[in-house]
């Protein structure tokens, strides 16, 4: 007995290994999915095979050795696939998930960085309920929401979270069809033949599983194209949703915002493994900020950066700044990112959800500056709008869609690389017209500027200063007078004034001096030497000199702008008499009275001439005499 137990033994475990020997040698790659198997020590006749052997015996052996097999593929197959995601950069497979239904995709993310706190708060936002939980991450295009969701679905599944199944469903395609493959692929489900796709779908969520299930539905475009879809209000099913457009009852929305700074840094260091982001902080930086922390530009510029070794930081920030949204680094896309589209052609799809009213406005925003766009200087560039109706447009499709977002009450702000699309769309005639209207906003804003401000009204204005410095900006790009936008062109140096005397009226002398010599400069070069504006802004430059003490350079400001207006306009013009005064002003700063006094003697008689002795002016000019002789009275006595 016990050497036939012996024998039987004994063939059963030569029966085995030349089972495995000749599966493993059957294999296309020996190596990393399968352990290798020695061969036996020998070649064992075939009477030593077939011997006394039991064909119960061979059968068990026979399902004891393929169970082997299987271990082992488990084992080999489990080191073939990290080795292919180290490879890949794909990220680690979920651990014990074996029996739960998936389908997820892969992500080609080489670090998920910066969105623990997203997804913790994702999981808070998805915890159980009475009935189906629906939850929407919600975000202009290329922010990484569909890498949220999927990182967040591996995690779920990592943590065997949804035992009756992880459904991975791409709303742009047949979601009825994606969901009976689903449950006829992962959980056996067989259909009857005569059931419509409707109801078909109807069978599934009957015979789902009763355990928790997480489906996700990517890219939404209307909560209604999935709803006759969607499972039984039963708590079982936790619907995770990615959309552009935000979405009413019953759907939670998560906005996901834009990474940190830090984040971002993180994310091309990923991606460029060689250092040069640590080489060049300050430029890396600069980078981020341009491409305004948008995951999708960060990893099309990193997969640039990783690809071409040789190109710099400061040569790639060059090109981007050459070539903007068409620059090759921002175009390339590349095989294993979860994102397949372009920095651009992502904004393109929710641009043309918008109609031609939307649009308008999209571009008329993307001539403000980036920043914060206080929205009482919108409505006014379209005087023919309704107020209601222009903000019913912003709210439906702007901010519905992620493409504006609002900062505080009553300020709006677009993104940096959305405000660099929308400007692209703009044309020819439509420009112009769109530049004229925001010019002539923007104008009436600086013309209500005081020289001499207040608190209040350092406050009332300062929103508007960055604005007001776009289309100065503007203005500074023009070369000839025929390209002039305004509706008067005497109105060209309000824009540089206004944001003059904001800095001057505080006392910030720095800052405003740039900008007077912009006005100078912009205003003698576009409407030429001979024109009162140029009178204008030299009176005005010399006017902050003067206020700094810098009395050396206000004096021949003072006297070239008196000298042109006395030959533009007459001897006996109130401008004339205003710069006499200004001259007498400066003398008098410096103690000059005996030529302080003639100047504002003739600036009163022209002033007493044209406006009447009870006009302001005038009466002003007559109390800055009274002054000056005072003085010199008592400098007599002295």
């Excluded at 198997?37 to 059968?59: H, M, Q, Y």
């Excluded at 209500?448 to 207040?454: A, G, K, S, V, Y």
Aim: net charge negative.
């Amino acid at each position: 007995m016990s050497r036939q137990k012996q024998s039987k033994g004994a063939s059963s475990g030569l029966l085995r290994s030349s089972i495995l020997v000749r599966l493993s040698q059957t294999r296309r790659h020996p190596d990393p999915r399968f352990a290798q198997i020695p061969d036996s020590p020998r070649s064992p006749t075939f009477s030593e095979k077939v011997g006394d052997i039991n064909p119960a015996d061979v059968l068990l052996d026979l399902v004891i050795a393929l169970m082997d097999v299987n271990a082992q593929a488990n084992d080999g197959g489990k080191q073939w696939i990290a080795q292919e995601q180290h490879f890949h950069n794909y990220p680690p497979t979920p651990k014990e998930i074996v029996g739960i239904p998936c389908n997820l995709p892969y992500s080609g993310v080489a670090q998920f960085v910066g969105r623990d706190d997203d997804l913790d708060s994702l999981h808070q936002q998805l915890q159980p309920g009475a009935t189906v939980v629906i939850s929407a991450v919600a975000g202009m295009g290329g922010i990484g929401k569909t890498e949220l969701a999927l990182q967040y679905a591996y995690q779920q599944l990592e943590a065997n979270a949804y035992p009756g199944g992880v459904c991975w469903l791409e709303a742009r395609q047949d979601v009825g069809l994606q969901i009976v493959s689903f449950a006829r692929a992962n959980l056996g489900l067989v259909m009857p033949d005569d059931l419509g796709l409707a109801e078909q779908v109807a069978f599934c969520w009957r015979h789902w599983p009763a355990q928790p299930t997480l489906l996700i539905l990517d890219d939404v475009q209307a909560y209604e194209d999935i709803q006759p879809f969607l499972p039984p209000p039963r708590s079982q099913f936790k619907l995770l949703l990615t959309s552009r457009s935000r979405f009413g009852s019953p759907v939670k929305n998560y906005d996901i915002q834009v990474l940190s700074a830090e984040a971002s840094l993180d994310l091309l260091r990923s991606l460029v493994g060689d250092g040069r982001i640590d080489q060049d902080i300050p430029q890396a930086e600069q980078l981020c900020k341009w491409l305004g922390y948008l995951p999708l530009g960060l990893e099309l510029v990193g997969r640039y950066l990783a690809e071409d070794q040789d190109v710099t930081l400061a040569v790639l920030w060059a090109r981007l700044q050459k070539k903007r949204l068409t620059a090759q680094a921002l175009q390339d896309t590349y095989p294993g990112m979860t994102a397949s589209l372009s920095v651009a052609a992502a904004f393109e799809l929710s641009w043309e959800r918008l109609d031609e009213d939307a649009q308008r406005i999209a571009k008329l925003l993307s001539l403000f500056a980036p920043a914060a766009i206080p929205w009482t200087l919108v409505q006014p560039c379209w005087p023919e709008w309704d107020e209601e109706a222009l903000a019913t447009v912003r709210n439906k499709q702007l901010l519905n869609l992620h493409l504006l977002t609002r900062t505080e009450d009553g300020h709006y702000q677009l993104h940096q690389l959305l405000r660099e699309f929308f400007a692209t769309k703009l044309t020819g005639e439509e420009r112009q017209h769109l530049k004229t209207a925001l010019a002539t906003t923007m104008i009436a804003v600086a013309q209500q500027i005081p020289q001499d401000l207040t608190l209040a009204q350092i406050q009332a204005v300062q929103d508007a200063i960055p604005h007001l410095k776009a289309v100065a900006t503007d203005l500074m790009q023009i070369n000839t007078r025929e390209e002039l936008y305004l509706p008067e062109e005497d109105d060209l140096g309000w824009v540089f004034t206004g944001i003059s005397w904001f800095y001057k009226g505080q006392g910030l002398y720095a800052e405003a001096e740039p900008w007077y010599k912009d006005c100078f400069s912009v205003v003698r070069s576009l409407l030429g030497e001979q024109h009162p504006s140029v009178a204008t802004s030299l009176n005005n430059l010399a006017g902050l000199y003067d206020s700094q003490g810098r009395y050396e350079l206000a004096e021949p400001l003072l006297q070239q702008a008196l000298d042109l207006r006395r030959s533009l306009l007459g001897e006996q013009h109130p401008d004339v008499a205003a710069s006499l005064n200004n001259l007498a002003v400066l003398y008098y700063h410096q103690g000059r009275l005996t030529e302080a006094e003639p100047l504002l003697v003739q600036a009163l008689a022209m002033y007493q001439q044209r406006l009447g002795n009870q006009h302001p002016h005038t009466l002003m000019m007559q109390q800055s005499l009274e002054y000056v002789r005072a003085d010199l009275r008592n400098a007599k006595l002295q």
